[in-house]
């Protein structure tokens, strides 16, 4: 087995993974609660993109010496990535080509089975505008940094899935 498929059916792979998007997460709890940025209904969105890129990540970590479960956790991996990034692309579009016709609602649209946004309000209530810019670094707003995030998880994603889920022996 070589270095890569032996490094992408560890657990530390794993852990790697759940470790940046639990910092992701405690950066958005950061930003919200210590810097009193308020969150918009596409910010509470992409941080359940990373909550399901983590979710994918215990599910590695739990099974990585099962095929099986290696690859519903790349399966979750990829979806969240990807969602996370459609909608990061969509929060800079709203930022930077402003328009009363395109903006984002008050409040989350959850399934009435799941209102996260009732259950836990300090984590999934969104309080700000999707057309503010809140935060800014080296010149690279938020939603341009989750770009940023999302498409690195892709990357990761397009490099460690075939080791990921090919046989081990």
Known sequence: MNPVTRFAQSRL???ILAGTALGLEL????????MKLDPCVMCIYQRLAIFGILGAALIGIVGYKNRFLRFIAVLGWGISAAWGLKLALELVDMQTNPSPFSTCSFLPEFPSWMPLHEWLPSVFMPSGMCSDIPWQMMGVTMGQWMI???STYLLALAIFMIPALS???
């Open 167 to 169: 046989k081990t022996r």
């Open 27 to 34: 950066c958005a709890l950061f930003f919200q609660h210590v």
């Open 13 to 15: 792979a794993w852990l």
């Open 148 to 150: 940023v995030a999302f």
